[in-house]
């Protein structure tokens, strides 16, 4: 009995200490993802999930990380903060991942920061959670400066639906929004902007996700009269919410956060209900590296790159893989310290195409910093892991999605401190 | 605003009530808690747009409806189709399911199996569907203003009137038929009917068929005013179970209202609470309903 112990503890030391050393340049190299390919976001989340991987696809062709391909190992979150914890677990202690891309919802990546990636001193990025508990974690140093994302918060958001409602004239405003952690501090915000700038709001209405009806929630939407709208929502409970309300005789004049920037509602709706409505959205400055990113996307799905979280994803990986190629040794925190290294202002411009990664390689083995310039600009991570983004108001004119307004990352800045201030 | 949540209530209790029939008779005659009551619903939807796709071959069903509903007479043929279809669907997993286990298997085995079915029926759905919504049409109707400021739509008025009229023939159905008074006979006394001579094996056809045309005209009207996703009914489970207990397994009438009183307290909630506890409604009644009567408002207590 001793002996077959002992065997079996040889092996597994035997095991362990093989898998031990070989982890460092073992190929191919992973980089996790978890986002909402099924579920509420899934219309969302599946071109999110493709665009990283196009990312990914990219770099390797650039001739991959440290002399290894990269592999996009994707779990599905179903947008469920459970399933999302569960996948990100498996990600870093199954497949040993040392940097996490997602998730998409700010309800999934929160406990997933807090009880994966931080405990487990692995990089979280996400692309598209815009929440402030983030920044409120952060500077509370409970990040441990593990959280990263490419997309600029709820702030700016909040800020931008306030000044549609002011630039249109709308005196009375409703708001339905999606009752998450994103949902509920964008309505919130979205309160006392709009207060500042002179509006009214005549209900605050909270919805639950993936229920068949909303009747109920926009029957108490309508009471008070309400010239105006505003929708926080996700595309497919959206489109139901949106219809039950115009036909229950709810204004068309609608203002929606960006997730609603998608195909599939204007569709679910209808393009012809939908020519009052006005939205916002993170805008790409107007850089030749963004519209090489179009390019490249164009060319490689056949149709240009509209939709929430596209160019954000897209960078999120990027600047990911380039701060593992500075990394001497991969590990979370080698990677979480190289994040701000890559995207140094001081640095020499790169751009996200094939040629401009091997030479953001050559500039790395140089021992140069550099400056990563992507499909979203360039990325500046402040101390919290926040960036700011410049920002666009557009509308459907028939079936076509049209730019209306373009605001630069200084004029969002100067309007935040107005509402701030 | 409280007329307008009461009509809301109405109208939305009246799918729940129609739904609620067939649960609450498979409860009373078939003895088990089945959970996959509400998949026939999403299943009935799904038949829809199955009809539909064929029947678009001789044109667009929604091209030319008969004022003021957003539909025509497409839309009625769908519903016999979709009744029928989700009725063989019921008969075939009575067959394969819950008629071998009925022989040997107890209450909780037979509550457990109907789980199981719940899910393999939901997934089949997203198998063959897919996740993405699908709307029978995407043409928007809009609501008529009532006096008084109340806004409904035509459809949902229909949807009324029809449950209303399956109710009365339902109703003379189990009181006149000799099917129907069986079918009272067995849900009573099952030994007692079969040695009276009444083919109980019929009789809980016939229960199957009752129950999974309500289902599949409810699922229908239901996508109708809203969108169809493969968890139509699975979000309903919980409505159909609160009305159905709070109506007394078994009542037709009992029922009816029970889905009428939890569409009305679930649309009047949001008055009083705030709208994202609206789903906690119908956990209320069932608690309040088995606390204070047990038995259902209009069931007989076991004797």
């Known amino acids: 009995m001793t002996r077959l112990l002992k065997i079996l503890a040889f092996g597994l030391a035997a095991t362990l200490g093989v898998a031990g050393a070989a982890s460092a340049q073992d190929c191919p190299i992973k980089l996790g993802a978890i986002l909402p390919v099924s579920g509420p976001m899934g219309q969302v989340g599946e071109r999110i999930a493709e665009t990283g991987a196009f990312a ?102 909040s800020a931008m639906g306030a000044l549609v409602a002011s630039n249109q004239g709308y005196k009375k405003t409703a708001v339905i929004y999606v009752n998450t952690d994103f949902g509920v501090g964008l309505a919130k915000r979205f309160e006392q902007d709009l207060a500042k700038l002179g509006g009214t709001i005549t209900s605050m209405v909270a919805y639950n996700e993936n229920q068949q009806s909303y009747r109920a929630e926009v029957t108490a939407a309508l009471a008070g009269d309400p010239d105006s709208l505003f929708l926080v929502a996700f595309p497919v409970d959206g489109a139901t919410i949106t219809r039950e309300w115009l036909s229950l005789g709810g204004t068309g004049n609608l203002i929606v956060n960006n997730s609603l920037r998608s195909d599939d509602y204007f569709k679910a709706v209808g393009h012809q209900y939908l020519q009052d409505m006005i939205g916002y959205d993170s805008a790409q400055p107007r850089l030749p590296s963004v519209d090489s990113f179009n390019e490249m996307f164009q060319a490689r799905f056949d149709g240009p790159p509209n ?36 995207t140094s202002s001081d640095g020499t411009e790169v751009y996200p195409t094939v040629e401009g990664l091997m030479k953001a390689k050559e500039l790395i083995a140089a021992g140069q910093p550099i400056r990563y310039v992507g499909a979203t600009g360039a990325l500046q991570f402040d101390a919290n892991g926040d960036v700011q983004a410049p920002k666009m108001t557009w509308k459907l004119d028939g079936e076509t999605n049209v730019e209306t307004g373009y605001y630069t990352t200084e004029e969002v800045a100067a309007l935040i401190a107005r509402l701030d201030g | 605003m409280f007329l307008q949540h009461l009509v809301d209530g109405i109208l939305s209790g009246a799918i729940i009530a129609l739904g609620a029939i067939g649960l609450s008779f498979t409860m009373k005659i078939l003895r088990f808690a089945n959970f996959s009551h509400s998949e026939l619903l999403t299943w009935g939807a799904y038949f829809a ?13 929604f091209a030319a409806p008969i004022a003021p509903f957003s539909f025509g007479w497409p839309l009625l043929v769908a519903l016999v189709f979709s009744a029928v279809s989700t009725s063989v669907l019921a008969l075939v997993l009575h067959r394969l399911v819950y008629r071998r286990l009925s022989r040997t298997a107890g209450h909780m085995t037979m509550v457990f199996a109907s789980f199981g079915v719940a899910l393999l029926l939901r997934n089949f759905v997203l198998l063959i569907f897919g996740a993405d919504p699908i709307y029978y049409s995407t043409a928007l109707q809009f609501a008529i203003r009532l006096p008084g ?35 009272r006979a067995v849900s009573e006394n099952p030994d007692l009917a079969r040695v009276s001579g009444v083919n109980t094996d019929t009789i809980i056809a016939w229960v199957w068929v009752i129950g999974a045309s309500g289902a599949a005209i409810a699922g229908v009207l239901y996508g109708l005013t809203v969108q169809l996703r493969p968890e139509l009914g699975f979000a309903l489970i919980l409505p159909l179970f609160a009305a159905a207990i709070l109506g ?56």
């Not at chain 1, 996490?100 to 929160?110: C, D, E, F, I, R």
């Not at chain 1, 160019?311 to 080698?334: I, K, P, Q, R, Y």
């Not at chain 2, 747009?49 to 069903?61: D, K, Q």
Request: hydrophobic share 45%; net charge negative; proline share 4%.
């Open chain 1, 56 to 157: 990914v696809e990219v770099m390797n062709e650039a001739g991959g990380i440290k002399g290894c391909d990269v592999e996009y190992v994707l779990r599905d979150t179903q947008g469920q903060s459970t399933v999302g914890v569960d996948a990100a677990k498996s990600l870093v202690d199954l497949e040993g991942v040392q940097a996490l891309v997602g998730a998409v919802s700010s309800g999934v990546s929160l406990p997933v920061l807090t009880s994966v990636a931080v405990p487990s001193k692995v990089v979280q990025i996400s692309c598209c959670s815009s929440s402030e508990s983030f920044t409120a974690l952060a500077e509370e140093g409970k990040t441990e400066g593990y959280w990263f994302r490419t997309y600029a918060t709820n702030r700016s958001q």
């Open chain 1, 307 to 342: 939709g929430p979280g596209l160019h954000s994803v897209f960078d999120a990986v990027m600047v990911t893989l380039l701060a593992m190629e500075m990394s001497d040794e991969l590990t979370g925190t080698n990677i979480r310290d190289n994040m701000r290294m890559v």
């Open chain 2, 49 to 61: 747009v199955v009809f539909f796709a064929m029947a678009g071959v001789f044109g667009n069903p």
């Open chain 2, 149 to 183: 400021g109340i806004r409904v739509m035509p459809d949902q008025v229909f949807l009324l009137g029809l449950t209303v009229v399956i109710v009365i023939a339902l109703h003379l159905f189990m009181t006149r038929s000799r099917t129907g008074i069986s079918m």
């Open chain 2, 248 to 303: 007394g397994t078994g009542s037709l009438y009992g029922a009816v209202i029970g889905g009428l009183v939890v569409g009305i307290s679930e649309n009047l909630s949001v008055m009083v609470i705030p709208s994202t506890y609206k789903p906690a409604v119908p956990f209320l009644l069932i608690l309040a309903v088995l606390y204070f009567r047990p038995e259902g408002l209009f069931g007989e207590r076991n004797t």
